[in-house]
Each structure stands twice: as structure tokens, then as C-alpha cells.
């Protein structure tokens, strides 16, 4: 699995961001997706989850109601939607998968298996 992320990019507060995740050699229709990000000086972060199917997603508290995250098994691709940007929001953001096919999607770092490169998401105030 070699994930790829991308949209990131610097933006204003209030603004709005798109990332996608994608693997272009694999599958990943059956694998639950997390996102997570790590700002500078700090430990990497749960934020935003979604099973094989999409019916089971989950979001950290500090986004919940301002991201949203999505999947298009046709297209291998995991998205992440994030609106009404705040500067602490400012993050590198990473994709990972979970190969265990679990119904729940998982909140912790250890639950994923696979993890992309990063995207560099940048909110000024």
C-alpha cells in the first residue's frame, strides 16, 4: 500500500480545504481510513475516521461539525472536507489504513497500518 495525500496548501481563516487520499497501485475499498496531523512540537493527533463501507465515521472533538470526511471506493480515493479553517487547525495531515476490515472505524495511531506521506495544511489568521 502506498498511500498518497494531497490538497493541502495555505489558506485563511475561515477558509476551506479539501484533502484527498489516494493509492494508485491497490485497492482500498476494503480498508478503514483514518486521517491525522501533527503540528510542530507535537505528538501526531486522531482526527477524522471512516470504515470500508462509509457507514461508520468519527471525528475528534476539535473538528467534529467543521469536517467531514468521505470515501469513493470507485475512485480509491478518501477525502477530507474542512471548513471554517481555524489557525490551530495548521498541521501536517496524514491518510492511513487499516487492513483488519474492522466495522468500527478506529481513533488510535496503532489501529492503521499503512500511512501516506503528508500534506502540509497552513491556516492564517
Known amino acids: 500500500v502506498q498511500l498518497q495525500a494531497s490538497g493541502g496548501g495555505l489558506v485563511q481563516a475561515g477558509g476551506s480545504l479539501r484533502l484527498s487520499c489516494a493509492d494508485s497501485g491497490r485497492t482500498l475499498k476494503s480498508y478503514a481510513m483514518g486521517w491525522f496531523r501533527q503540528a510542530p512540537g507535537k505528538e501526531r493527533e486522531f482526527v477524522a475516521a471512516?470504515?470500508?463501507?462509509?457507514?461508520?465515521?468519527a471525528y475528534a472533538d476539535s473538528v467534529k461539525g467543521r469536517f467531514t470526511i468521505s470515501r469513493d471506493n470507485a475512485k480509491n480515493t478518501v477525502y477530507l472536507q474542512m471548513n471554517s479553517l481555524k489557525p490551530e487547525d495548521t498541521a501536517v495531515y496524514y491518510c492511513?489504513?487499516?487492513?483488519?476490515?474492522?466495522?468500527?472505524?478506529?481513533?488510535?495511531?496503532?489501529?492503521?497500518?499503512?500511512w501516506g506521506q503528508g500534506t502540509q495544511v497552513t491556516v492564517s489568521s
Open positions: 492511513a489504513a487499516d487492513r483488519h476490515f474492522r466495522v468500527v472505524a478506529g481513533t488510535d495511531k496503532s489501529d492503521y497500518d499503512y
Open positions: 471512516i470504515n470500508w463501507s462509509g457507514g461508520n465515521k
